[in-house]
C-alpha cells in the first residue's frame, strides 16, 4: 500500500517537473518569436 502511493507520488513530482522543464524551455521561446517579430517589421 505504501509503496504504491510512493509511487504515484513519484510520477507526479515528476510529470510537475517535467511540466516546469517545458515551462523553462518556452519561455526563452516566447523571447526568441518577439524578437523574430521585430527584425521581420524592420525588415519588411
Not at 519561455?27 to 517589421?41: A, F, G, N, V, Y
Request: net charge positive; aromatic share 2%.
Amino acid at each position: 500500500m505504501n509503496n504504491v502511493r510512493r509511487g504515484r507520488y513519484e510520477l507526479r513530482r515528476r510529470r510537475k517537473g517535467a511540466l516546469e522543464r517545458l515551462l523553462d524551455v518556452s519561455e526563452p521561446d516566447k523571447r526568441q518569436q518577439e524578437e523574430i517579430e521585430t527584425l521581420q517589421k524592420r525588415i519588411g
